[in-house]
T-cell receptor
Framework: EPEVTQTPSHQVTQMGQEVILRCVPISNHLYFYWYRQILGQKVEFLVS????????KSEIFDDQFSVERPDGSNFTLKIRSTKLEDSAMYFC?????????????FGNGTRLTVT | TQLLEQSPQFLSIQEGENLTVYCNSS?????LQWYRQEPGEGPVLLVT?????EVKKLKRLTFQFGDARKDSSLHITAAQPGDTGLYLCAGVKGAQKLVFGQGTRLTINP
């Protein structure tokens, strides 16, 4: 069964550095998402992306964050200048369509550690 | 702010027992989803409930959506050690924005 793949599985970076988290969504999916989960806390919505545009973003997704679909297969999340509080699991997800009949498929996440 | 509260947060029971996990909110959702998350993996969708009062069954798991579409429950009959895991509910707002509960960590002891 096709799956969403994320790389790297674990990224360690120093505060103030830029990081790019990579995702390869399922090939026929058109809607892409990033969620994050700080250790011990809820999974939180960051951003949704469709047709090369951000569809919706949360308050967390400030100017330090950006998303891009640089080619036909990758979907990336960039954090421009990481902060300690950016340490979390970052999950990419994709879906064929919008609505409850088109479920999200999540990747296994990238654990980001900011030191 | 839309919040989903799950209870209990932790549950440890013996194999063969029944259990119910609750997911409550003051907000109305267009639909509600239940996920299971294993360590080191992303959430995996178990079921989506859409209509108020809807009941869906997945083998020994029964999911119910409240009449007002604000709350949901997951009932497991005759729990088995393989049911051990983190169960998450998520309300769907608008076009696929998920609002997650904090999860129920379930342990089934042999």
């Amino acid at each position: 069964e096709p799956e969403v793949t994320q790389t790297p599985s674990h990224q360690v970076t120093q505060m103030g550095q830029e990081v790019i988290l990579r995702c390869v969504p399922i090939s026929n999916h058109l809607y892409f998402y990033w969620y994050r989960q700080i250790l011990g806390q809820k999974v939180e919505f960051l951003v949704s992306f469709y047709n090369n545009e951000i569809s919706e973003k949360s308050e967390i997704f400030d100017d330090q964050f950006s998303v891009e679909r640089p080619d036909g297969s990758n979907f990336t999340l960039k954090i421009r200048s990481t902060k300690l509080e950016d340490s979390a699991m970052y999950f990419c997800a994709s879906s064929v369509d919008r609505g409850h009949n088109s479920p999200l498929h999540f990747g296994n996440g990238t654990r980001l550690t900011v030191t | 702010t839309q919040l989903l509260e799950q209870s209990p947060q932790f549950l440890s029971i013996q194999e063969g027992e029944n259990l119910t996990v609750y997911c409550n909110s003051s907000s109305v959702f267009s639909s509600l989803q239940w996920y299971r998350q294993e360590p080191g993996e992303g959430p995996v969708l178990l079921v989506t409930v859409v209509t108020g009062g809807e009941v869906k069954k997945l083998k020994r798991l029964t999911f119910q959506f409240g009449d007002a579409r604000k709350d949901s429950s997951l009932h497991i009959t005759a729990a088995q050690p393989g049911d051990t895991g983190l169960y998450l509910c998520a309300g769907v707002k608008g076009a696929q924005k998920l609002v997650f509960g904090q999860g129920t960590r379930l342990t089934i002891n042999p």
